[in-house]
């Protein structure tokens, strides 16, 4: 079924069985050079430790204010930028070596990113641009143009009007749904989405999010979908993930993580959100300021500065990654048994 | 500022290397052996054999390049093959007559470019704007050894008011400050000049209408600034790029000058140059080009330091 | 809280909506047309680039067909009839000093004058931008040792580089191609380079990274399209140079070789012509000058038909 010829992808077919992750990634670093006034070497600790897992068929939401890491952690994800530490885990295979190359991987692996006109060749129709994928994977250019039909059709603009256009001649909208396109021509498994509909007007924005479930539904696809913004991330995520300064803050499914949110930060950050309703207005500014930054983040947690719960013991270590309910993880002592914060819990949770 | 310079002079240096490897390359790109032009077409094996040894052309060539290098370093350029005289001497004269007529071109040059460049740029789209763009694409397309021979046929061959060629009324060697010797300098001067004014006024032209267009202009007007203090800022704003370009252009006319100074057959580096490349004269072209390649980057680099030390929005880090 | 993504995506209902329906009718009634189609639409409007052009493309159709089309043997001379003036009833623009036929010797002149000026541009065109693109889309320390070498070329001005590249090589029409393209190929490298490194980060490079594209692949059908328009510009803006710089290399002996006709050449062999006939010694650098300057004027206007913003 697959239409890419040539070399059988062996990694097209389900190994593992549904039990394992599709993507498992642990002790991800990535920390960039700068050079600051004076001479001084430093890094920005862009992502700095971090660990989660993409279930099979799942939707992985990925929140969190600019530069607390998201973009960073997508482009490792692609091989886009090498990572410093870290394994990543396709289907139980490591990415990156002998038995799972980068090349294989990403046949498996696509991306769509957000700016829907800088992710799109200027010189090239949105034709040409959906077959170049298969056509460097040895599907003559005929086949090619025909399945680049095909997936336009599927996302919903119709192969005789649009084919032949420039990317500067379709709207917004329009240019998302071909950069959809694009990332389903090498038939993927797992589609990571960087705010993908972010730059979209709001009515744009639905249409594209539910084209999104029934390619979804269609070809059972995961997503990682990063956004920052909570509503959209809601609407479409099994669970959810919160980025905080390069590290995970809480993870888990995105009921749990959104209507009771356990981090002081999550809280922080739904609280912020405009709300619709007269009555439930935000009075007051839960979170102050701007993130620190990641050049110099503070000892311990790094939420310490900004957070309404921090406590002395707040500064010493950082916490570690806790699970408050199955399937909910958390990197606040507040909520972690015997860390020797006032409103730890008594006892350790059976997760 | 120093640490500025400082790190201009680092990286100028790898460039002069390279340039100075270029220049010693040149001789060994010529084809045939360069001692073929001076010895006599009879001459016995063992006679070349000892000029080749003379000239140190028997040793490996990183060995030669060292040798000529540490020479150079110490002011030695070797001795032309065809006059036997030291070439440092030969260019050292040239460059003199050379930059002298460069710099009057350039001066031209500058006078009329920024002239041009201000009023097109203070009056877009107006006739003189179009005339300006007009004389700076006529400044860069004209074949300027052909420029210097209409100039003779018009002012010396029909109406005889300068004379056609050389430096001065002697007839030979060296240009001097002196009535008879300027008339021998308008000619090739003004012909000279041709390219910078172009060149020039374009880009002040450029410079003024973008100075005029920004807000703070806007808002110095608004405040009641005069006209002339206006004036006063576009001219500081526009000085150091005008500047700089001035620069880089004498630089280009003393390195192009060959054309123009063998049309009015005028005494400096091209001239020389010309000689050495029909006489074959390989110690002397390879003299001639490195001194003149070494002046273009150290003028480089003194604009860079000048318009860096001059422009208060460049960063001196 | 959840209300405006839900609401929205309640009323969708699988239509296409305003935006997408707004564009949809306006794109029925543009014709496609790519970046190239906007550049020719835009330069057949620009009546002096026009004009350059025709010129162009006339001086190329006479060089073609000069050898068939000359009016006398362009190198058949006469002592008896040296130095004609223009208008002369045998010779329409006169006789050079050697009494040849200045009209067919110029209009075959067109050929090697167009020939050495125009092939240098041409073959850096091609050596510079594969250069400048390499160096701009790999990066790195394969860049830094590019572009410090290329340097180094920059440190001569044009023209003395050019004159000393020919004046070691020797004279002959080779030896000046050689050397003007190497004068060529640094600057056409360096704004090659520039443009690419331009490009390297943006979106699209990436996503064909994604889709398991090789760097050359990637190179020839991604970053290409995008940066040669502009270092096309840039080349058609070096002919009119190079055309003046081949012609003085002949003027000065260093390029074409007498008998043959050459505008600079001519011009050279007609310098001690100008107190007897300066009208016809002037002649073949008005051909020059016409040429250069109608590749100069043809290059502005691509230049500004280039600029769309898309």
Not at chain 1, 198 to 226: M, P, R, W
Not at chain 1, 235 to 244: G, L, Q
Not at chain 2, 275 to 291: C, E, H, K, M, T
Request: glycine share 10%.
């Amino acid at each position: 079924m697959s239409v890419i010829p040539g070399t059988p992808d062996p990694f097209a077919e389900d190994r593992g069985g549904p039990a394992q992750p599709l993507l498992s990634v642990s002790a991800l670093y990535k920390h960039f050079p700068v050079r600051k006034a004076g001479g001084r070497k430093q890094v920005v600790r862009a992502v700095d430790g971090v660990d989660f897992e993409v279930l099979k068929g799942e939707t992985l939401g990925i929140v969190g204010e600019s530069g607390c890491g998201k973009s960073t952690t997508a482009k490792l994800l692609m091989g886009l930028i090498a990572r410093d530490t870290g394994q990543m885990l396709y289907d139980g295979q490591p990415v990156g070596e002998r038995s799972m190359p980068w090349r294989s991987y990403r046949r498996q692996v696509q991306m769509v990113f957000q700016d829907s006109y800088a992710s799109l060749n200027p010189r090239m129709t949105v034709e040409q641009s959906i077959a170049f994928g298969p056509k460097v994977n040895g599907v003559p250019g005929r086949q090619a143009v025909e399945r680049a039909r095909a997936l336009l059709a599927r996302v919903g603009l119709e192969p005789k009007r649009f084919a032949g256009r420039y990317p500067h001649e379709i709207s917004g909208g329009q240019r998302q749904r071909v950069n959809i396109a694009r990332s389903l021509a090498l038939e993927p498994r797992l589609v990571l989405l960087d705010e993908a509909v972010s730059a979209l007007d709001k009515s744009v924005e639905a249409q594209v999010l539910n084209l999104l479930l029934d390619l979804k539904q269609e070809f059972g696809l995961t997503y990682i979908f990063i956004s920052h913004d909570l509503n959209v991330v809601r609407f479409i995520s099994d669970r959810v993930m919160v980025m905080y300064l390069g590290r995970v803050a809480e993870i888990g499914p995105s009921d749990a993580v959104l209507a009771a949110p356990s981090h002081p930060y999550t809280r922080a950050l739904l609280a912020s959100m405009p709300s619709l309703d007269p009555d439930n207005r935000t009075q007051k500014a839960l979170l102050a300021g701007d993130p620190p930054n990641p050049i110099d983040p503070p000892p311990g947690c790094r939420f310490h500065p900004r957070c309404a719960l921090a406590e002395p013991v707040c500064s010493d270590a950082e916490p570690p990654l806790g699970a408050v309910a199955p399937l909910h993880r958390v990197a606040c002592l507040a909520r972690q048994p015997g860390s020797g914060h006032s409103a730890a819990p008594a006892r350790a949770l059976a997760a | 500022m120093l640490l500025y310079t400082l790190k201009r002079l680092l990286y100028v240096t790898p460039v002069a290397f390279g340039v100075s490897v270029v220049c010693f390359l040149l001789v060994h790109l010529a084809p045939g052996d360069p001692l073929s032009a001076v010895l006599p077409a009879d001459a016995t094996q063992q006679t070349i054999d000892e000029m080749r040894a003379a000239y140190g052309f028997d040793k490996p060539l990183p060995v030669q390049y060292l040798i000529w290098l540490w020479h150079v370093l110490h002011g030695d350029l070797g001795t032309s093959i065809a006059t036997g005289r030291p070439v440092a001497a030969e260019v050292g004269r040239a460059v003199v007559n050379s930059l002298i007529l460069a710099a009057v071109a350039t001066a031209i040059g500058f006078t009329f470019g920024t002239l041009f460049g201000f009023v097109a740029g203070y009056h877009r789209n107006s006739a003189a704007d179009r005339a300006a763009s007009a004389l700076s694409v006529f400044g860069v397309s004209v074949p300027h050894y052909w420029l210097g021979m209409v100039m003779v046929i018009v002012f010396s061959a029909t109406l005889g008011w300068l004379p056609p060629t050389g430096a001065g009324p002697d007839g030979s060697g060296n240009w001097r400050p002196d009535l008879d010797h300027l008339r021998y300098l308008i000619l090739p001067a003004v012909t000279m000049s041709v390219i910078p004014t172009g060149i020039i006024a374009r880009t002040v032209r450029a410079l003024v209408a973008d100075i005029l267009s920004q807000d703070f202009v806007e808002a110095l007007r608004a405040k009641g600034m005069d006209e002339r203090g206006v004036f006063r800022h576009v001219v500081r704003n526009a000085a150091p790029t005008a500047l700089a370009i001035m620069g880089l252009q004498l630089g280009y006319l003393l390195g192009g000058s060959i054309l123009i100074e063998t049309v009015f057959a005028w005494p400096g580096t091209g001239f020389l140059l010309n000689a050495a490349i029909f006489q074959r004269d390989l110690p002397l072209l390879q003299g001639s080009i490195l001194v003149l390649a070494m002046f273009f980057v150290a003028l480089n680099l003194l604009v860079d330091v000048m318009q860096t030390a001059l422009d208060p929005r460049i960063e001196r880090a | 809280m959840t209300q405006p993504v839900a609401a929205s995506v309640a009323l969708d209902g699988g239509v296409l909506a305003a935006d997408d329906r707004a564009h949809g009718q306006e794109a029925a009634f543009v014709p496609s047309r790519g970046f190239w189609g906007h550049v020719g639409h835009r330069l057949v409007r620009d009546p002096v680039a026009m004009a350059a052009g025709a010129l162009i493309l006339a001086v190329v159709v006479v060089a073609i067909l000069a050898p068939w089309i000359t009016p006398m043997d362009p190198y058949k001379g006469s002592m008896l009839r040296r130095l004609k003036p223009v208008g002369d009833a045998t010779y329409w623009l006169g006789s050079d000093e050697l009494g040849r036929d200045m009209i067919s010797r110029l209009m075959l002149g067109s050929r090697l004058s167009l020939f050495i000026g125009v092939t240098p541009v041409l073959i850096a065109f091609v050596i510079g931008s594969g250069i400048g693109i390499l160096a701009g889309y790999v990066g790195g320390w394969t860049n830094t040792v590019l572009m410090r070498t290329i340097d180094v070329f920059f440190a001569f001005p044009s023209v003395l580089l050019a004159i000393a590249l020919s004046g070691a090589l020797g004279a002959g029409i080779f030896n000046a191609i050689v050397s003007l393209t190497c004068v060529f190929v640094p600057q056409i490298a360096r704004v090659a380079e520039s443009v690419t490194t331009g490009i390297r980060k943006r979106d699209y490079i990436d996503a064909a990274k994604l889709s398991g594209a090789s760097a050359l692949t990637i190179m020839r059908v991604q970053v290409l399209g995008n940066v040669i328009g502009p270092i096309f510009v840039y080349a058609t803006g070096l002919i009119s140079v190079s055309m003046i710089l081949a012609s003085g290399l002949s003027f000065l002996g260093l390029g074409v070789r007498p008998p043959e006709p050459e505008w600079g050449l001519m011009l050279n062999t007609l310098r001690t012509a100008i107190y007897v006939n300066p009208v016809v010694a002037a002649l073949p650098g008005v051909c020059i000058f016409v040429v250069s300057i109608s590749f100069n004027l043809f290059s502005d206007g691509l230049r500004s038909a280039m600029e769309i913003r898309q």
